[in-house]
C-alpha cells in the first residue's frame, strides 16, 4: 500500500508521539520507584526510631480507641500488637485514672498539650506510673483527629524520690541528734568551767550565814537574860562576854555581803539559762554589748584562761536572734580563739562589735597561729577539726555556721592583723535599725 507524502508525515508524528509519551512512561515508573522507595525507607526510619523508643506511645481516636502503638507499650502491658489496636485505652490503665486519661486525650484533640501521671497495668499485674504528655493526632489533611500520648515510667523515680525523702528525714534527724549533742557538750563545758565561780559567792554566803546564826544565839541568850530581869552589873557582863556590840556592828555588813552572794549567784544562773535552747524558734532583741561580755566570761571560765581578753565596741548596738543560740556562736568561737593561744607569750583574744549601714559586725581574734591554708576551705565542715582526739567534736564551727546562715548572717574565716585566725560574723540588725 502506497502512502502519499501527507500520510507518511503524519504517521511519522504519530509515531514520535508515542516515543515521547512512552519515554514519559517510563520518567515517570522511575520516579514513581524512587518515590515508594523513599517512602518505605522514610516508613521504615520512623518505625525503627518508634520501636527504639525506650517511652511508651500510645495514637488513638478522640473517644480512646487505640489506633497505634509501640513495641515499649507492648512490651510493658504484654499484650499482641494486633489485639490492642481497635481496643479502648481505659482497658489497660487503673480504674481510677480514667476521668484523667479522658481529660487529657480531650485536650490533646483539642489542641492543646497537657500533662499528668497515669497507672498503667503490667502483664505481670502491678500498676507502673507513668508520667504522660498527650497532644493532637492529626491526619492526612491536616485534621484534628484523636490524641497521642508519650509516657515515661516513673515508679522507680518515684520510689527512689521516697527512698531520698526517708534517707533525708533520717539525716536531718541525725543531724539535730548531733546538734542538740554538741550544744548539751557546750553547756556541759561551761558548766563546769563556772562551778568554781558559783562555789565562791555561795561559799560566801554559806559563811555569813553560819556566823549570823552564831550571831542570832548569843542575841538570843543575851535577850532572854534582859527578860529575866538579871541585874545591870549581869547584863554588862553577859554584852560584853558575847560581844553584843561587835555583833550589832557587823550584821548589817553581813547582810549585805549575803545579798551581794545571792545576786552574783543570780547573776551567774541568768548567763547559763541563756544558753538554753528549749525556744530555738523565738527571737528577740539582743544587746551585742552584753552578748560580747557575757561569752567571753563563761569561756574564760570554761577553760581557766590566762589570755588577756579584750572587748571592744559601738554602744548600744542591737540584733534580732536568739540569745541562747548566739552566745553559743560566741563562745565557741572564743574557745577556739583561746585554744589557739594556750602556751603562747604574750596570748590575746579579742572581741569587737561595730555597726555596719544595715547589719552588725562581731569579730574575734586571736594573735595564734592562724589557720593553715589548705585547711580555709573546710574550716565550716561538720567533724573537721584541727585539734588533738578527745579534744574537740568538729561541730563547732558548723553549729555556728548553721546558727548566723539561720539568723540571715553570715560568717567567714580568715587572717588577723595579728597573723593569727579571725572569724567575722555579720548579722542583722534589729526591727530595721541601722
Same mark, same amino acid.
Given at each position: 500500500?502506497?502512502?502519499?507524502?501527507?500520510?507518511?508525515?503524519?504517521?511519522?508524528?504519530?509515531?514520535?508521539?508515542?516515543?515521547?509519551?512512552?519515554?514519559?512512561?517510563?520518567?515517570?515508573?522511575?520516579?514513581?520507584?524512587?518515590?515508594?522507595?523513599?517512602?518505605?525507607?522514610?516508613?521504615?526510619?520512623?518505625?525503627?526510631?518508634?520501636?527504639?523508643?525506650?517511652?511508651?506511645?500510645?495514637?488513638?481516636?478522640?473517644?480512646?480507641?487505640?489506633?497505634?502503638?509501640?513495641?515499649?507499650?507492648?512490651?510493658?502491658?504484654?499484650?499482641?500488637?494486633?489485639?490492642?489496636?481497635?481496643?479502648?485505652?481505659?482497658?489497660?490503665?487503673?480504674?481510677?485514672?480514667?476521668?484523667?486519661?479522658?481529660?487529657?486525650?480531650?485536650?490533646?484533640?483539642?489542641?492543646?498539650?497537657?500533662?499528668?501521671?497515669?497507672?498503667?497495668?503490667?502483664?505481670?499485674?502491678?500498676?507502673?506510673?507513668?508520667?504522660?504528655?498527650?497532644?493532637?493526632?492529626?491526619?492526612?489533611?491536616?485534621?484534628?483527629?484523636?490524641?497521642?500520648?508519650?509516657?515515661?515510667?516513673?515508679?522507680?523515680?518515684?520510689?527512689?524520690?521516697?527512698?531520698?525523702?526517708?534517707?533525708?528525714?533520717?539525716?536531718?534527724?541525725?543531724?539535730?541528734?548531733?546538734?542538740?549533742?554538741?550544744?548539751?557538750?557546750?553547756?556541759?563545758?561551761?558548766?563546769?568551767?563556772?562551778?568554781?565561780?558559783?562555789?565562791?559567792?555561795?561559799?560566801?554566803?554559806?559563811?555569813?550565814?553560819?556566823?549570823?546564826?552564831?550571831?542570832?544565839?548569843?542575841?538570843?541568850?543575851?535577850?532572854?537574860?534582859?527578860? %529575866?530581869?538579871? +541585874?545591870?552589873?549581869? =547584863? !554588862?557582863?553577859? *554584852?560584853?562576854?558575847?560581844? $553584843?556590840?561587835?555583833?550589832? /556592828? @557587823?550584821?548589817?555588813?553581813?547582810?549585805?555581803?549575803?545579798?551581794?552572794?545571792?545576786?552574783?549567784?543570780?547573776?551567774?544562773?541568768?548567763?547559763?539559762?541563756?544558753?538554753?535552747?528549749?525556744?530555738?524558734?523565738?527571737?528577740?532583741?539582743?544587746?551585742?554589748?552584753?552578748?560580747?561580755?557575757?561569752?567571753?566570761?563563761?569561756?574564760?571560765?570554761?577553760?581557766?584562761?590566762?589570755?588577756?581578753?579584750?572587748?571592744?565596741?559601738?554602744?548600744?548596738?542591737?540584733?534580732?536572734?536568739?540569745?541562747?543560740?548566739?552566745?553559743?556562736?560566741?563562745?565557741?568561737?572564743?574557745?577556739?580563739?583561746?585554744?589557739?593561744?594556750?602556751? %603562747?607569750?604574750? +596570748?590575746?583574744?579579742? =572581741? !569587737?562589735?561595730? *555597726?555596719?549601714?544595715?547589719? $552588725?559586725?562581731?569579730?574575734? /581574734? @586571736?594573735?595564734?597561729?592562724?589557720?593553715?591554708?589548705?585547711?580555709?576551705?573546710?574550716?565550716?565542715?561538720?567533724?573537721?577539726?584541727?585539734?588533738?582526739?578527745?579534744?574537740?567534736?568538729?561541730?563547732?564551727?558548723?553549729?555556728?555556721?548553721?546558727?548566723?546562715?539561720?539568723?540571715?548572717?553570715?560568717?567567714?574565716?580568715?587572717?588577723?592583723?595579728?597573723?593569727?585566725?579571725?572569724?567575722?560574723?555579720?548579722?542583722?540588725?534589729?526591727?530595721?535599725?541601722?
Amino acid at each position: 500500500m502506497e502512502l502519499d507524502q501527507a500520510s507518511e508525515a503524519m504517521w511519522v508524528d504519530v509515531i514520535r508521539r508515542m516515543d515521547e509519551v512512552y519515554s514519559e512512561l517510563l520518567r515517570n515508573e522511575t520516579d514513581l520507584e524512587r518515590k515508594n522507595a523513599e517512602l518505605e525507607e522514610a516508613q521504615t526510619f520512623i518505625s525503627s526510631v518508634i520501636a527504639s523508643v525506650s517511652d511508651v506511645l500510645i495514637a488513638c481516636s478522640a473517644d480512646g480507641r487505640i489506633k497505634k502503638v509501640n513495641p515499649a507499650f507492648l512490651k510493658l502491658t504484654g499484650h499482641e500488637e494486633k489485639a490492642v489496636l481497635g481496643s479502648r485505652i481505659f482497658g489497660y490503665l487503673a480504674e481510677r485514672d480514667r476521668p484523667q486519661a479522658e481529660r487529657l486525650i480531650a485536650a490533646g484533640h483539642q489542641g492543646n498539650v497537657m500533662e499528668g501521671d497515669l497507672h498503667l497495668v503490667a502483664a505481670d499485674g502491678h500498676e507502673e506510673c507513668l508520667a504522660i504528655r498527650c497532644a493532637a493526632l492529626f491526619d492526612a489533611g491536616r485534621r484534628r483527629i484523636g490524641a497521642v500520648l508519650t509516657g515515661r515510667p516513673i515508679s522507680e523515680l518515684k520510689q527512689a524520690y521516697e527512698a531520698l525523702h526517708r534517707a533525708h528525714m533520717n539525716l536531718q534527724q541525725a543531724q539535730r541528734r548531733l546538734i542538740e549533742q554538741e550544744k548539751m557538750a557546750s553547756l556541759g563545758r561551761l558548766v563546769a568551767g563556772v562551778a568554781h565561780e558559783l562555789n565562791n559567792p555561795i561559799s560566801f554566803v554559806y559563811g555569813n550565814i553560819y556566823t549570823l546564826d552564831r550571831y542570832r544565839k548569843n542575841l538570843i541568850f543575851y535577850l532572854d537574860a534582859i527578860h %529575866r530581869g538579871e +541585874a545591870p552589873e549581869r =547584863l !554588862a557582863e553577859l *554584852r560584853k562576854s558575847l560581844k $553584843i556590840d561587835a555583833i550589832t /556592828a @557587823d550584821v548589817g555588813s553581813l547582810l549585805e555581803g549575803t545579798i551581794e552572794g545571792a545576786n552574783r549567784v543570780s547573776d551567774i544562773v541568768k548567763n547559763l539559762r541563756r544558753l538554753s535552747f528549749s525556744k530555738a524558734g523565738e527571737r528577740q532583741a539582743v544587746d551585742v554589748g552584753r552578748l560580747l561580755r557575757n561569752s567571753a566570761h563563761l569561756a574564760a571560765k570554761a577553760k581557766n584562761a590566762q589570755a588577756e581578753i579584750v572587748i571592744d565596741g559601738d554602744p548600744d548596738l542591737v540584733i534580732e536572734g536568739h540569745e541562747g543560740q548566739l552566745h553559743q556562736v560566741i563562745v565557741n568561737l572564743t574557745d577556739n580563739a583561746l585554744h589557739a593561744v594556750e602556751g %603562747r607569750d604574750g +596570748a590575746r583574744v579579742q =572581741l !569587737a562589735a561595730r *555597726r555596719l549601714d544595715h547589719a $552588725i559586725e562581731i569579730t574575734v /581574734a @586571736d594573735n595564734g597561729p592562724g589557720i593553715a591554708e589548705e585547711d580555709m576551705g573546710k574550716i565550716f565542715e561538720p567533724f573537721f577539726t584541727t585539734k588533738a582526739v578527745g579534744e574537740g567534736t568538729g561541730l563547732g564551727l558548723w553549729i555556728s555556721f548553721t546558727i548566723i546562715e539561720d539568723f540571715g548572717g553570715t560568717i567567714t574565716a580568715g587572717r588577723s592583723k595579728d597573723g593569727g585566725a579571725e572569724f567575722r560574723v555579720v548579722l542583722p540588725v534589729a526591727d530595721g535599725r541601722s
